[in-house]
C-alpha cells in the first residue's frame, strides 16, 4: 500500500488535540475530507506535529491531495484504524475535478475507518 494518495475536498477541521509522552510534547489535527469520486466518500485524517502546523495553511472547501499511511491496531479485542497524513499538497483551482462517469476502482483502495490514537496508546474514551 505505498504512496497512497487520496483527493478531495477539505470538509470540516476538527479540534486539535495536544499532550504529553515519554518522548516528549505532541500534537495532532484530524480533518475531514471527501473524496472526488462518483460515489464521495467522507474520511478523517490525522496530522501530527509539523503537519497540524502545516494543516493550518488550509480551509474548508480547498481541494487538496494528500498522501497517507493507513495502519490499523487491535486494542482489548477490537480493531482500529489510523488514516496520517505525510504530505499535504493543494489543488489548482484549475484541476478539473472529475465528472460523474463511472471510474475503475480497486476495492482494496476503499478506505473505511475513524482515528483513535495516542502516543501512549490508550483510547480516546
Known sequence: MDNLIIEGK???????????STRGAWKKQDFILETTEQYPKKICIS????????????????????????????????WYTDIKAWKIEAMGASSPVP?????????????????FDSEEGDLPF
Do not use: F, H
Not at 509539523?50 to 488550509?58: G, I, M, N, V
Not at 465528472?99 to 475507518?113: K, L, Q, R, V, Y
Open 47 to 78: 496530522c501530527w506535529n509539523d503537519k497540524a502546523d502545516e494543516l493550518a495553511t488550509y480551509k474548508p472547501s480547498d481541494m487538496m491531495k494528500v498522501a497517507v499511511n493507513i495502519e490499523s491496531r487491535e486494542y482489548n479485542s477490537r
Open 10 to 20: 477539505m470538509l470540516q477541521v476538527l479540534e486539535p488535540q495536544s499532550g504529553t
Open 99 to 115: 465528472s460523474a462517469a463511472p471510474e475503475t476502482t480497486n476495492p482494496s483502495d476503499d478506505i473505511t475507518g475513524i482515528s
